[in-house]
């Protein structure tokens, strides 16, 4: 079982008057890729600052490698590497004078490791052009490389696909990739363009208005998106009984209403009415439904919304 090598517990962070990260706790645990999923002003980057000792938090804790303290967290940090926000790169300057001059500055002696990263985000061909004729692609790609100087064991990224156009958005989701299976690298990644997160990740956390909604796997994730009936009656528990014994279902999940999620079954529809009113169960809904991945948080984030009385953007 892969270890845990994060472990995120009730952080909490307030400008102000204004609590942007309320009681949220997940762990990343080593090989995942995990995306953090929310709306622009959710909390997400806030939360990365957190974890980089950027930000200090108003309340819960961050463990790093099991560190806790802050001489420990600084250790583990060393670890690490993070791209939260624009990349920073001298626009006059190649994108090997720039790593030439962030090895310089991180102390790192080796000269051949700006060779290797390049190679490794595809941007060693790019001699000496300029990064203001970089495309936004390549920018992406250079803030990466920088973020591979060290030999990170994890990397925090934000955003790194926003604004890219199609193209730009593949070659960062290959690299990634690349990075995770080839180079043993655990990611954590923030997005609000959720069709492509989900091509990626392993693991998700959703967040909204700095809440944690949910934090499950990829596996998890597809079983609750895939195509299933939704069923709610006058008596969940009896329906349910009624549905094992008379239809011999076995693929369900009961949510936390009660309504029953059925896996199984697709064509038979008027069968599963039919016994159920046979027994005496009223289905006060019996729907087919199936959701993307932005569909499910759309899902989950009007249900919490309608919780505190806000409304629902995925970007805002």
């Known amino acids: 079982m892969p270890k845990t090598i994060i472990d995120v517990k009730h952080l909490e962070k307030q400008y102000m008057k204004r609590k942007v990260v309320r009681d949220v706790s997940f762990e990343i645990s080593e090989g995942m890729i995990c995306g953090l999923i929310g709306p622009n002003g959710a909390g ?45 790169a001298k626009e006059n300057m190649s994108a090997r004078e720039n790593l030439e001059k962030q090895r310089i500055q991180k102390g790192i002696p080796d000269k051949h490791r700006i060779d ?46 926003n604004g890219l156009d199609p193209e730009g958005i593949v070659e960062i989701r290959e690299l990634l990739l690349k990075l995770n299976k080839q180079e043993h690298i655990t990611i954590m990644i923030s997005s609000h363009i959720l069709s492509e997160l989900s091509l990626l990740c392993t693991d998700y956390i959703f967040i909204h208005h700095g809440e944690l909604v949910q934090s499950l796997s990829a596996k998890e994730l597809k079983r609750l998106c895939k195509e299933h009936y939704h069923i709610h009656t006058d008596h969940n528990a009896l329906a349910l009984a009624i549905l094992i014994d008379k239809l011999s279902v076995k693929e369900y999940d009961v949510e936390e209403d009660g309504s029953i999620r059925l896996y199984e079954q697709m064509d038979n529809i008027r069968e599963i009415s039919k016994v159920l009113y046979e027994n005496g169960v009223i289905p006060l809904e019996l729907s087919i439904r199936e959701a993307n991945l932005e569909q499910y948080y759309m899902e989950m984030a009007g249900e919490k919304d309608v919780e505190h009385g806000k409304s629902t953007k995925l970007s805002d």
Do not use: C
Request: charged share 25%; proline share 4%; hydrophobic share 40%.
């Open 44 to 88: 997400k980057t806030t939360i990365m600052k957190m974890m980089g000792g950027l930000v200090l938090p108003n309340g819960g804790s961050i463990s790093i490698y099991g560190g806790t303290t802050e001489k420990e967290l600084a250790k583990a940090r060393s670890r690490m590497s993070f791209m939260i926000e624009t990349p920073y």
């Open 116 to 161: 290797e990263v390049l190679e490794i985000v595809g941007l060693e061909d790019t001699g000496k052009k300029d990064v203001k004729r970089f495309s936004l692609g390549m920018k992406q790609r250079l803030g990466i490389a920088n973020a591979l100087l060290t030999k990170p064991e994890i990397m925090v990224l934000d955003e790194p696909i």
